[in-house]
C-alpha cells in the first residue's frame, strides 16, 4: 500500500466494512481521515467515533488523523454545512462511500432512500469536489448482487446486467445507485467500484464485529426454527471473508490503474448447500435436522403456521442459495497480482472456523 499520505473522507464507517478500513487505513498508512458519522439518541457521533477507536486502541488518532463530522447520506449535502464543505473541497482527494441499508428484509422506501437517495447525495458532493477541488477518486461499495441473485448470468465487472431479477429490495436499490455510479464515470468522475459478494468473518479467526446480512439466515436453521430448506445440494453460495475484503479493495483503490474499473470481491469456489449440511451433521449432530426440498416440490403451504410466518421473512435471502449466478474477475485478479493478496478459500475448514466463532461468540447456540 502506498505511504504517500492523503486525505479521505469516509461514509458507512460504523458498519462491519467500514470500522475495518478504518483500522487498516490508520494502522497501515498515514492517511487522514474524515468520517461522516450519524448522531444517534443515545450517542453523540464523536462518541461512536471514540468507542470504535477505543476497541481498536487508535484513540490517540481523535482530532489528529481522524476527523470526525455529523451527518446523515439520505440529508441534502449529507447534511453539511456549506462551511464544512468547503473545508472538505479543499482537502479531500478520495471518498469512499460505503454507507448503505444493509437489511436484505429492508422496506422499499428505506432501501431507495438510503441507498439509492444517499448514492445520489455522495456522488453529487464528489462532482463538487471533483470540479472545484482536487478529488482524485470516488470509490464506491456496491455490491455482486446488483445482478440479481435469482437468475441464471455470469456477472462481467464492468457492465450492468439489462434485466437484473432481484430477490429484494436491497439489491435492487443498490443496482439503481450503481447505475448512478456509472453514468457520472461516464461523464468523467474518476470512480472504483468494489462489488463485495456476502461478507462473513476473518479467514483466519472467523470474527466478525456485527452478525449481519446472512447470519440471521443461517441461525433461523441452526436454532430448528424453519425445518425445510427450498434448495439443491449441489447449489453455492458466494460468501467472502472480511480480511479478503478490506485488503482487496485497498490495495486495489491505492492503483493508479483501477480508476473507472469494477472489481467482484468474490471467492472463486463457493462452498454448497451440501457442505453445510455435512457441517451440521459432523459437528453439530444434536441441531435440529434440516430436510433439503427441490425448489419445484416445495409448497409453503405445507409448513405449519408458525414456519409458514418465518418462511415469509426468509425469502429475501433464498437467492442466496441459488448456483445459478457466477461472477467474472478479472479486473480483480490482475489488480491483485504481484500484491501478495490471493481470492480466500471458502472451503469446509472455513464454513466450520465461522460457525465456532459465532457459537463462542454466543450468536449461535452451542451443541
Ligand atoms: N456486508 C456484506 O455482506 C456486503 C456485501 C456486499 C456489499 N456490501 C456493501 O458494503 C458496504 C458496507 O456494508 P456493511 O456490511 O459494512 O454495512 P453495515 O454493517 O450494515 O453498516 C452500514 C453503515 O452505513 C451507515 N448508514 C446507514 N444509513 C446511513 C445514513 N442514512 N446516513 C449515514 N450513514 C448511514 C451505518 O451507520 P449507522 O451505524 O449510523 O447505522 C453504517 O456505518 C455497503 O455499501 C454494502 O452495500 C456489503
New binding site residues.
Given amino acids: 500500500m502506498t505511504n504517500k499520505p492523503r486525505t479521505l473522507f469516509l461514509?458507512?464507517?460504523?458498519?462491519?466494512?467500514?470500522k475495518e478500513i478504518v483500522r487498516n487505513l490508520l494502522t497501515q498508512t498515514q492517511h487522514k481521515l474524515y468520517v461522516?458519522?450519524?448522531s444517534?439518541p443515545n450517542a453523540s457521533h464523536w462518541d461512536r467515533a471514540r468507542k470504535i477507536l477505543e476497541n481498536y486502541g487508535l484513540e490517540k488518532h481523535l482530532g489528529d488523523r481522524v476527523h470526525v463530522m455529523a451527518?446523515?447520506?439520505?440529508l441534502p449535502n449529507l447534511g453539511f454545512s456549506a462551511g464544512d464543505l468547503d473545508l472538505l473541497r479543499k482537502e479531500v482527494d478520495d471518498f469512499y462511500h460505503?454507507?448503505?441499508?444493509?437489511a436484505l428484509n429492508g422496506s422499499k422506501e428505506d432501501c431507495f432512500r438510503?441507498?439509492l437517495g444517499?448514492a445520489q447525495e455522495a456522488l453529487k458532493i464528489a462532482t463538487d469536489f471533483w470540479q472545484h477541488g482536487h478529488l482524485k477518486r470516488f470509490v464506491y461499495?456496491?455490491?455482486?448482487f446488483v445482478a440479481g441473485s435469482l437468475q441464471t448470468y455470469c456477472s462481467k465487472e464492468d457492465e450492468l446486467p439489462l434485466r437484473p431479477v432481484h430477490a429484494n429490495f436491497y439489491e435492487a436499490s443498490?443496482y439503481e445507485a450503481e447505475k448512478k455510479v456509472r453514468e457520472a464515470m461516464r461523464q468523467g468522475l474518476p470512480c472504483t467500484i468494489f462489488?463485495?459478494?456476502?461478507?462473513v468473518g476473518d479467514s483466519q479467526t472467523g470474527e466478525v464485529s456485527?452478525f449481519?446480512?446472512?447470519y440471521p439466515f443461517i441461525r433461523l436453521f441452526a436454532h430448528g426454527i424453519l425445518s425445510k430448506l427450498p434448495t439443491r445440494l449441489d447449489n453455492s453460495f458466494n460468501i467472502v471473508p472480511i480480511d479478503f475484503v478490506i485488503q482487496a479493495s485497498l490495495a486495489i483503490a491505492h492503483q493508479e490503474d483501477s480508476i473507472q474499473k469494477t472489481f467482484h470481491l468474490i471467492t472463486k469456489d463457493p462452498p454448497t448447500v451440501a457442505m453445510l449440511l455435512e457441517l451440521k451433521a459432523k459437528e453439530y449432530p444434536k441441531m435440529p435436522p434440516i430436510q433439503v426440498l427441490s425448489p419445484d416440490d416445495f409448497k409453503p403451504g405445507s409448513l405449519a403456521v408458525t414456519e409458514q410466518f418465518v418462511f415469509g421473512m426468509l425469502k429475501p435471502y433464498l437467492g442466496y442459495l441459488n448456483d445459478h449466478l457466477t461472477f467474472d474477475a478479472t479486473n480483480t485478479e490482475k489488480a491483485l497480482a504481484g500484491t501478495g493478496i490471493s481470492f480466500p478459500k471458502t472451503d469446509y475448514e472455513f464454513l466450520k472456523t465461522l460457525t465456532q466463532y459465532a457459537v463462542g461468540a454466543g450468536y449461535l447456540l452451542p451443541q
Fill in positions: 461514509t458507512g464507517v460504523t458498519g462491519t466494512l467500514g461522516l458519522i450519524r444517534k451527518g446523515d447520506v439520505t460505503i454507507a448503505a441499508l444493509t438510503i441507498n444517499g461499495f456496491s455490491t455482486a443498490k462489488r463485495p459478494s456476502i461478507v456485527e449481519n446480512v446472512i
